[in-house]
């Protein structure tokens, strides 16, 4: 772990569109492995930059792109009632195609930073943003995927079609979900179905609940459980040590 990072705000290009992101890695020579932050409905906040600098203090270069950027640039909530539903409508208008390219655009911004691994590629989300890493996870340079809370996966698809879930065998590396058995936006036979199609499809995944309801791991949110945020960081830290580092 490293208490000394550098943080900054950059644009990722992807077909004319500049993504604007939050960029933290660690200061020093070396190359570390790469990963995305998919954040909340609320944008690329105070708590998702926590998260991406979190990272960078333990040897990864972190990038949390605006993934509402074609319809909301600059969107920021504070996950009161009117940025919640600011951030719904803004949930509503993006599309599975434009969230995976707009992710892998992402992940080639990382690969030409001379600090990256290029090879060593994760992703981490939160509440939409667990939803979108684990479709994300289907993109061939994403090894490791850590899931928080994602509603919606066995439902339903961002812009409609198919539930995501049924993208499961598409997914290529290891995948761990993070989710609360008291949530109200993810009934535990979701959470069940999510689970069985990991296992039925063979993919290489943990599964963890937690006596918890929605948001747990964030501090800003009502249902922040201490205990629960603690236990999901030690597996976020053992999954990207185990599978990114072991690139290195």
Known sequence: MTSHIQATAVQIPNDGLQIDAHLAQPIGSGTYPGIVVIQEIWGVNSHIRSVTERLAQEGYVAIAPAIFQRSAPGFEGNYDADSTTLGRQYKEATKADELLSDVQATIAYLQTLPAVKGNAIGAIGFCFGGHVVYLAA??????????????????????????????????????????????????????????DALKAHQIDHRFFRYPSGHGFFCDQRPDYNPEAAADAWEKVKELFGRVLKAEE
């Open 138 to 195: 289907t993109l061939p340079a994403i090894k490791a995927t850590a899931s928080f809370y994602g509603a919606g996966i066995a439902t339903m698809t961002p812009g409609g079609g198919k539930p995501t879930l049924t993208r499961t065998p598409e997914i290529k590396g290891t995948l761990y979900a993070f989710f609360g058995t008291t949530d109200p936006l993810i009934p535990v036979e979701q959470i069940e179905q999510v689970e």
